[in-house]
T-cell receptor, first 118, second 109 residues
Framework: GAVVSQHPSRVICKSGTSVKIECRSL??????MFWYRQFPKQSLMLMAT?????????EQGVEKDKFLINHASLTLSTLTVTSAHPEDSSFYIC??????????????FGPGTRLTVL | GQNIDQPTEMTATEGAIVQINCTYQ??????LFWYQQHAGEAPTFLSY??LDGLEEKGRFSSFLSRSKGYSYLLLKELQMKDSASYLC??????????WGAGTKLIIKP
């Protein structure tokens, strides 16, 4: 099956610093990638939809200047948490959709990145 | 390697019961999640099992056997709105989520 990876798997940073998280589709081209935030035992909260070569679409309430998303290639999307604060500590998950396969509804999820801001 | 298996697609009748199985082989175990995902929407949390046994939550129940690497999601009194994909995910020893490919559940009247 299709594989999505994330790097790093976990990161600890100081308040005020920026952190970049990478999401890669390893064996398929993903024209669309999604970024989610997950709180313990809760549903995944969609933050933004990232389309290759265009600006990301952010969900209501998500600050686009704080959560910078870049989808520069068909296999890589990055999420940069700028000026991170302790309340940004969370589990960030990406997913990717393979349009070429004709699977319009199927998303392949990454393993997640645990961010801890001190 | 790490692996999660669940059926690709299942069909059931409105009002009936359906069981969606999930088997896993992971490096360590820190809990198993079930999510429901409707087309075009974010996954919705259904259950989290970390100990063996059955957990019931309304029409949905989830079972876990750690020794067998096995879980199932049981849906009772099926409704048309239950038509969705059901994702099984295991958190491994590094607290990374290993995802199944999802089971597409089709409910027929």
């Amino acid at each position: 099956g299709a594989v999505v990876s994330q790097h790093p798997s976990r990161v600890i940073c100081k308040s005020g610093t920026s952190v970049k998280i990478e999401c890669r589709s390893l064996d398929f081209q993903a024209t669309t990638m999604f970024w989610y935030r997950q709180f313990p035992k809760q549903s995944l909260m969609l933050m933004a939809t990232s389309n290759e070569g265009s600006k990301a679409t952010y969900e209501q309430g998500v600050e686009k200047d704080k959560f910078l998303i870049n989808h520069a290639s068909l296999t890589l999307s990055t999420l940069t948490v700028t000026s991170a604060h302790p309340e940004d500590s969370s589990f960030y998950i990406c997913s990717a959709r393979d349009w070429d396969a004709g699977e319009t509804d199927t998303q392949y999820f990454g393993p997640g990145t645990r961010l801890t801001v001190l | 390697g790490q692996n999660i298996d669940q059926p690709t697609e299942m069909t059931a009748t409105e009002g009936a019961i359906v069981q969606i199985n999930c088997t896993y082989q992971t490096s360590g175990f820190n809990g198993l999640f079930w999510y429901q995902q409707h087309a075009g929407e974010a996954p919705t949390f259904l259950s989290y099992n970390v100990l063996d046994g059955l957990e019931e939550k309304g029409r949905f129940s989830s079972f876990l056997s750690r020794s067998k690497g096995y879980s199932y999601l049981l849906l009772k009194e099926l409704q048309m709105k239950d038509s969705a994909s059901y994702l099984c995910a295991v958190m491994d020893s590094n607290y990374q989520l290993i995802w199944g490919a999802g089971t597409k559940l089709i409910i027929k009247p």
